[in-house]
T-cell receptor, first 114, second 111 residues
Framework: EAGVAQSPRYKIIEKRQSVAFWCNPI?????LYWYQQILGQGPKLLIQ????????DSQLPKDRFSAERLKGVDSTLKIQPAKLEDSAVYLC????????????FGPGTRLLVL | RKEVEQDPGPFNVPEGATVAFNCTYS??????FFWYRQDCRKEPKLLMS???SGNEDGRFTAQLNRASQYISLLIRDSKLSDSATYLC????????????FGTGTRLKVLA
């Protein structure tokens, strides 16, 4: 079974530039999560989708971050404009449903903002 | 107080040793608990779920103490390959089933 796919794997940009990350979850998984993991910290949930609807985006900095999951399958996370403190690994995860489910993570996109 | 707290370590233990980590959580209504393992520069992967009755998988044992609001992970007969960061995950019972990750505990098993 194919896992969660993410691209790109690495991205280096300058501050104030924009960047987009893509995620394709495991086939059939209704719930998709985007996490930000800063070095030395645990993953922090940015946004959670159930099919193509947003379930939780309380920790998403909406002035600069946006995400969508059109058609309830793959998803895009965008940062515009980027700040130095956005340097982190952006992890996408998916799970079959919403309750007490195992989350499967993609390899992540490592972002460096200069 | 953080929602989920872990000792970041590192825990340096010799091969064959037994090591235990604790993780405390603040919301007494939390219902689902997990331990994930994260290798350096890799994604987190589920190690085991933590049930009320405890859970054992080979050398790994996870326990839940609801009264004191913590979960624990015990690793017996440590192997070099156990070196990783162990992330505690607790669900936030806010209706959206948001999972809160701890900062992780680093384990290094020494030869």
């Amino acid at each position: 079974e194919a896992g969660v796919a993410q691209s790109p794997r690495y991205k280096i940009i300058e501050k104030r530039q924009s960047v987009a990350f893509w995620c394709n979850p495991i086939s059939g998984h209704a719930t998709l999560y985007w996490y930000q993991q800063i070095l030395g910290q645990g993953p922090k949930l940015l946004i959670q989708f159930q099919n193509n609807g947003v379930v939780d985006d309380s920790q998403l900095p909406k002035d600069r971050f946006s995400a969508e999951r059109l058609k309830g399958v793959d998803s895009t996370l965008k940062i515009q404009p980027a700040k130095l403190e956005d340097s982190a690994v952006y992890l996408c995860a998916s799970s079959l449903g919403r309750t007490a489910e195992t989350q499967y993570f993609g390899p992540g996109t490592r972002l460096l903002v200069l | 107080r953080k929602e989920v707290e872990q000792d970041p370590g590192p825990f340096n233990v010799p091969e064959g040793a037994t090591v235990a980590f604790n993780c405390t959580y603040s919301n007494s209504a939390s219902q689902s608990f997990f331990w994930y393992r994260q290798d350096c520069r890799k994604e987190p992967k589920l190690l085991m779920s933590v049930y009320s009755s405890g859970n054992e998988d080979g050398r790994f044992t996870a326990q839940l103490n609801r009264a004191s609001q913590y979960i624990s992970l015990l690793i017996r007969d440590s192997k070099l390959s156990d070196s990783a960061t162990y992330l505690c995950v607790v669900n936030s019972p806010s209706g959206t089933y948001k999972y809160i990750f701890g900062t992780g505990t680093r384990l290094k098993v020494l030869a």
